[in-house]
């Protein structure tokens, strides 16, 4: 019973990491700039924490099924390995905001033939697409999984670009929205890239990680 319930509160938690990423994100970034109070993660542990390692941001172009001309998609691998000390469901998220204010997540609608280019180009093993990725995470190195973001190609000159994962961590926090009412916050991990190059060799330019902190949103 205790075990059935520890599993349902990480799933509470998980699923409530995979929803509202758009307008809280945005304000997020704004009072941050500002320098306003805004609630900040924990600088010590809280609560339960996965351990995420990930690649660098990469583009693909892809001839994909029903297209005339072959499609181009941004993806990023990435290894999250449970040492909480208990089983842990991992549902995460991956928002990708763009230079033009655009969040878009992860993994929609993505062609079954872009994951596997993206595997074999990477020769990744054990590499996963999404929804094989999310469930339940055991514990241990041996336990680790591998898995891959995929985006559509938002715009053919990148610039800075941001991506948010969130569903690492079980920490949250409690604001007052516009309207009043109460919205939870959770631990996101915010990677900003910038890409030094324009649309004329797309891909080809160097992608550069310009930050990589934790915020709440």
Known sequence: MKRSLRVLMGLAIGLGAAVGV???????????????????????????????THGTPKRVVVEVPGEKQPQAYWYITYTVVNNTGQERMFLPAFTMLTGDGKLTRSDQNIPPKVFDSIKAREQKRFLEPAWKVSGLLRQGEDQAKDGVAIWPEPMLRMGEFTIFVS??????????????????????????YVVRGDE??????????????????
């Open 22 to 52: 758009s307008r809280i994100g945005l304000a997020e970034d704004q009072k941050d700039q500002a320098g306003s109070a805004y609630p900040k993660p924990s600088p010590y542990p809280v609560s339960w924490e996965l351990t995420f």
């Open 200 to 217: 004329v060799r797309p891909g080809e330019d160097e992608v550069v990680e310009k930050k990589s902190d934790w915020v709440m949103r």
């Open 167 to 192: 569903g690492l961590s079980g920490e949250t926090a409690r604001v007052k929205a516009s309207d009043g009412k109460e919205q939870v916050l959770f631990k996101t991990l915010r990677l900003t």
